[in-house]
């Protein structure tokens, strides 16, 4: 599989970091199971779930950068360890949580660890593997986050089911330790020889541009578009984001270097990071929701019906990783893209009452596409920047991911809830209610599932069919939602098209030289 005489220690290095992005990747798709768990328990409604993720997803995004610096500067397998013991001790206090901003606030700590622990893992293995390598390690890499992703619906189903949505965070804890045990023994410490200072400025108004974006689309659920503090957040994120960019052009030694941005394959790399990210937090989330609150399975079931799209991602990313090495990343970053954003398409078509035999496939395409698209595209960037920049390069790669995460959940989020409350007020017209109760009624709505004390007086032929306008207009949001992802992913199909030049990665002909692949 792989060449030299240190081979075995190629190999251990690879099943270390695999191993702790197994922990990492399992916790996000475990936690989307138990969201109408913790709706329920916790009483949250959509905007307090989307916060439950984003709140991690953006300090992990805000503090990417930031991680892969630390780690080329001060020691990539120190500031990997770090990240992991951070991130098991806050898994450990999110399942001690009893109230949605206590659960909000670990969850944004756990992120932190995540941000130091996650570009330790690809940076290790671009200093370790050389280019011609590179891509099979990699891909084995994004094959095992696919079976973190394959497992994590339908062990975190029967773990909320059986046991309680605490222990998706509680079994973080033991993986974490074993993971911090292995890591000290087999990683070997390295340092970029081009290490950069801590970009301060550019960390704050980087960080406070995506939070305010974040927060004014999330809590625009609750608030109108119009209200002060949502127009404050719009124009706040846009004037920290041009700051950010003017910051970063006279920068010294800026976070995030915008010079990467005029390598074709590093933008094309990034926005299909992004874009895929998107979809595929967009479609977990949603179709948590959908699955359980609209067709009334329960957490474990919901889980299984997951397989079909997480078991192909597993088979198809380490496939997608030889085949970049052979022949470079184009062609799958073109079709993978496009397969996933069809498969969006289709789904925006589906009903309170559409079975489950016609999504299936549906999922199967989906993986097929997210599957092949990852590992040539992180391939793609890390090929670009080279061995001086892993941890820049792995921590931009993971940023778009993240960005793309967040703003996917927190947009689709508003989109799907907006359109709720609209079609569910219209829904509800000719049922003739008093117009305070039907106000209340729509509220509980806006939250994702309606408050048994809005409709207990009703009789209960209108109780079914407040609850029957109830599935029609999340199904209404649903399609909004799932046809803008849609159009993200087409756009990167064909960004890559565009911007990624076709043929093999060159191998590096000087070792320890920079690598001169860009494909």
């Known amino acids: 599989m792989f060449e030299g005489d240190n081979k075995r220690e190629k190999i251990l290095v690879l099943l270390t970091c695999c191993f702790a992005l197994f922990m990492a990747m399992l916790d996000n798709t475990v936690v989307n199971v138990a969201l109408p768990r913790l709706a329920h328990d916790l009483h949250a409604g959509i905007s307090g779930l989307q916060w439950v993720v984003d709140g991690y997803v953006l300090a992990f995004a805000s ?39 206590h659960l909000i606030a670990f969850r944004g700590l756990q992120g932190i660890g ?22 099979k390690a990699i891909g084995i890499w994004a094959g095992v986050s696919g079976l973190a992703l394959s497992l994590g619906p339908t062990l975190g189903g029967y773990l909320v089911q059986h046991v309680g949505w605490a222990s998706v965070f509680f079994i973080n804890v033991p993986i974490g330790i074993l993971g911090f045990i292995v890591g000290l023994r087999t990683i070997r410490e390295s340092r970029s020889e081009q290490a950069r200072h801590l970009d301060i400025p550019g960390l704050a108004l980087g960080t ?3 939070f305010s974006l974040t927060y004014a689309l999330i809590e625009a659920n609750q608030d109108s578009w119009t209200s002060p503090m949502i127009v404050t957040a719009l124009v706040a994120a846009v004037v920290l984001f041009v700051a950010f960019l003017q910051y970063e052009k006279r920068a010294r030694e800026p976070m995030m270097p915008l010079q990467f941005f005029r390598i074709p394959a590093f933008s094309a790399g990034n926005t299909v990071a992004f874009s895929i990210s998107l979809g595929m937090f967009g479609t977990f989330f949603f179709m948590s929701l959908y699955l359980q609150i609209i067709r009334g399975y329960g957490p474990f079931a919901a889980g299984l019906r997951f397989l079909p799209l997480t078991g192909v991602i597993v088979i198809a990313a380490p496939l997608a990783g030889r085949y970049a090495s052979k022949f470079g990343s184009r ?20 009903g309170v009452a559409t079975p489950f035999s016609r999504i299936f496939p549906v999922f199967m395409m989906m993986g097929f596409g997210m599957g092949i698209t990852m590992t040539p595209m992180t391939a793609a960037v890390m090929n670009a920047v080279g061995a001086q920049r892993a ?6 790669t993971n940023t778009s991911r993240e960005v793309g995460g967040v703003f996917g959940i927190a947009l689709l989020g508003t989109l799907l809830t907006t359109k709720l409350k609209s079609t569910f007020s219209a829904l509800l ?15 509980s709505g806006g939250h994702g599932q309606i408050d048994p004390a809005a409709i207990a007086n ?29 159009f993200f992913l087409i756009v990167a199909s064909i960004v890559s098209w565009r911007f990624i030049s076709a043929g093999a990665p060159q191998r590096e002909v000087v070792p320890g030289a920079e690598p001169v692949a860009v494909h």
């Open 331 to 350: 062609l799958p970053m073109i079709v993978g893209p496009l397969l996933a954003g069809t498969g969006l398409l289709l789904l925006s078509r589906v």
């Open 429 to 443: 017209a000719p049922l003739s209610l008093p117009a305070a109760q039907k106000a209340a009624i729509v509220a």
């Open 63 to 101: 503090l990417m950068l930031t991680g892969g610096i630390l780690g080329d500067r001060y020691g990539r397998k120190r500031t990997f360890l770090t990240g992991l013991g951070v991130f098991t001790f806050f898994s450990l206090m999110c399942g001690l949580s009893g109230t949605t901003s």
């Open 208 to 210: 406070g541009a995506l």
């Open 391 to 396: 941890g820049m390069g792995s921590a931009m």
């Open 458 to 486: 009703l009789a209960p032929q209108k109780m079914n069919a407040v609850n029957h306008a109830f599935g029609l207009a999340f199904v209404d949001g649903f399609h909004i939602a799932l046809m803008v992802a849609a």
């Open 114 to 135: 995540g941000a130091l622990l996650m570009p330790g893992t690809l940076s290790i293995l671009t200093v370790t593997f050389p280019a011609h390598e590179r891509a």
